[in-house]
T-cell receptor
Framework: AQSVTQPDIHITVSEGASLELRCNYS??????LFWYVQSPGQGLQLLLK??????LVQGIKGFEAEFKRSQSSFNLRKPSVHWSDAAEYFC???????????FGAGTRLAVHP | DVKVTQSSRYLVKRTGEKVFLECVQD?????MFWYRQDPGLGLRLIYF???????EKGDIPEGYSVSREKKERFSLILESASTNQTSMYLC??????????FGDGTRLSIL
């Protein structure tokens, strides 16, 4: 069955520290992969996407993610976290065409000053 | 920028009422989606539409229906609202094979 797992429900980091959010997927075909961020009371904003090509993708707000096919992973990273990065982060996998997405349960990030 | 607008940010209805949630997008996107978001469960797809008057069930369609009479508008209908439909509802749209763009959500409470 197709699924997305985000193993960490909550993560707390200090401002300026590095960040890695984990995402593992189960998908039969070559997937499209996405990371979205949701600030409180808001909808989801696209951080970055992987469709094909270079497995290290750059996104907005200084985020990057690396697609590792052998590990079925698409982990999100940021070298130095800012207080404004506190939000909930969702990993998603989708198919070509209709782009129907399957979402992980989300990781809530807290940032200490 | 793509704009996906949901008609209400907050909505309170009573059990048994027929409830309409409206979503409008301004970028001529073929695909439109309705999700519900619950803590610990992420987003779950209720219905999606890939063209006017076309719809397909998502993972949790029970108790819901949809309508897409115009390309820019996608409506979610709760035929007879129940308390277990209290949730955050998110609408999204996309071009074929492109990322989805989301509205700000409607927080619906059924009393």
């Amino acid at each position: 069955a197709q699924s997305v797992t985000q193993p960490d429900i909550h993560i707390t980091v200090s401002e300026g520290a590095s960040l890695e959010l984990r995402c593992n997927y189960s998908y039969g075909a070559t997937p499209y992969l996405f990371w979205y961020v949701q600030s409180p009371g808001q909808g989801l904003q696209l951080l970055l996407k992987y469709f094909s090509g270079d497995t290290l993708v750059q996104g907005i707000k200084g985020f990057e993610a690396e697609f590792k096919r052998s590990q079925s992973s698409f982990n999100l990273r940021k070298p130095s976290v800012h207080w404004s990065d506190a939000a909930e982060y969702f990993c998603a996998v989708g198919a070509r065409g209709y782009n129907k997405l399957i979402f992980g349960a989300g990781t809530r990030l807290a940032v200490h000053p | 920028d793509v704009k996906v607008t949901q008609s209400s940010r907050y909505l309170v209805k009573r059990t048994g009422e027929k409830v309409f949630l409206e979503c409008v997008q301004d970028m001529d996107h073929e695909n439109m989606f309705w999700y519900r978001q619950d803590p610990g469960l992420g987003l779950r797809l209720i219905y999606f539409s890939y063209d006017v008057k076309m719809k397909e069930k998502g993972d949790i369609p029970e108790g819901y229906s949809v309508s897409r009479e115009k390309k820019e508008r996608f409506s979610l209908i709760l035929e007879s609202a129940s308390t277990n439909q209290t949730s955050m509802y998110l609408c999204a749209s996309s071009l074929r094979s492109q990322p989805q763009h989301f509205g700000d959500g409607t927080r619906l409470s059924i009393l």
